[in-house]
């Protein structure tokens, strides 16, 4: 069930305050489930978090997507049992919650979560390839729970991707640092003329692939390129490419083996929004977001854009952690919404 150690078991008892856990963890992800049923019924929503680090001894995370549950677990700076006792303890507490949901054991996954540095942010955690396909707002995606820290899908951004498709009609829309193409697909099915999608990772940029055909959608009208953000964005503005919206959701920070630069969004913001802006039509539309906690805004940031930030509007109800990301939604100077 883990996917922090495939090849370590620990053997964990549960003792009487284990056993307080698991029930203070089964009581509250049931009730935030009763409490979200209207609204996944509303929205159409498959997959969402069911707990939101809400009890403080027990820093989890627990996401349902259909019948099967994605746990992720942090680490904590100091713990007397050490930190083996304390995964088998998160191992144990996980399942019980799938089971009492209604997910079979082997649905059920549980990640450690740590600060990585370099190219390591990269390494998959596993090799299993179990990919199946989720649905949002009525359309399909391609996730995996094994193989990677993330899913494929991040699920903070549900209200954002949402967002965007409404705002894609007839539009050129260009998605950078796309990860697996969520919001190029949300820009399709909205109405788009064309996307284009880039990333640095290939991994990425056939997962993106496969969504968009898992949808319907030609890679005529919607390409697929793997390059570095900043070597794509300077090639553009040289070749005179304009978008009218751009999707800019970037890491907090990269150090990719494809580069002989790193990328660091509290340093490269300022710059990076300006590139932006010279392949922005006039009236053209960026929504900016990052999930870096510390992040401050720059004043050069967004010169030449009218700008609001939307952070409160987009982090969904699922959510307890209401500073999971940051947005802003910003229109090149003297265009109109």
Request: proline share 4%; net charge positive.
């Amino acid at each position: 069930m883990s996917d922090t150690n495939p090849q370590t078991t620990v053997e964990f008892v549960p003792d009487a305050r284990a056993e307080e856990l698991r029930t203070m963890l089964i009581n509250r992800a049931r009730k935030n489930g009763r409490k979200l049923a209207r609204w996944r019924k509303r929205e159409g929503v498959s997959c969402y978090r069911v707990y939101d680090r809400d009890i403080p001894e027990l820093p989890l995370t627990l996401d349902l997507y259909g019948d099967r549950l994605h746990g992720a677990a942090w680490a904590r700076k100091r713990d007397e049992d050490g930190p083996e006792a304390v995964r088998a303890l998160h191992e144990w507490l996980v399942g019980e919650v799938g089971q009492a949901l209604g997910c079979a054991p082997e649905h059920v996954h549980l990640k450690g979560r740590a600060r990585q540095r370099g190219k390591q942010q990269y390494d998959p955690v596993a090799k299993r390839r179990r990919r199946f396909e989720v649905t949002e707002a009525g359309l399909k995606f391609w996730v995996n729970l094994t193989d990677y820290l993330d899913t494929g899908l991040f699920l903070d951004h549900r209200t954002t991707r949402k967002m965007v498709g409404e705002r894609s009609a007839g539009k050129d829309v260009l998605n950078l640092f796309a990860y697996t193409g969520s919001f190029s697909v949300h820009a399709a099915a909205g109405g788009a003329a064309t996307t284009t999608t880039v990333d640095m990772s290939q991994t990425y940029c056939d997962w993106a692939h496969d969504n968009l055909r898992l949808n319907g959608f030609d890679n005529v009208h919607h390409q697929v390129i793997r390059d570095d953000v900043k070597a794509f964005l300077q090639r553009a503005r040289h070749d005179g490419l304009q978008w009218d919206l751009v999707v800019c959701d970037p890491p907090t920070f990269s150090n990719s083996k494809r580069t002989d630069h790193a990328f660091d969004i509290g340093r490269d913001q300022a710059p990076l929004m300006q590139a932006i802006r010279a392949v922005l039509r006039p009236g053209g539309q960026l929504v900016f977001s990052t999930n870096f906690r510390k992040f401050r805004l720059s004043d050069e940031t967004f010169r030449g854009y009218d700008v609001s930030e939307v952070s409160e509007q987009t982090v969904p109800e699922d959510f307890r952690d209401r500073r999971i990301h940051r947005c802003w939604w910003a229109t090149v100077a003297g265009g109109h919404r």
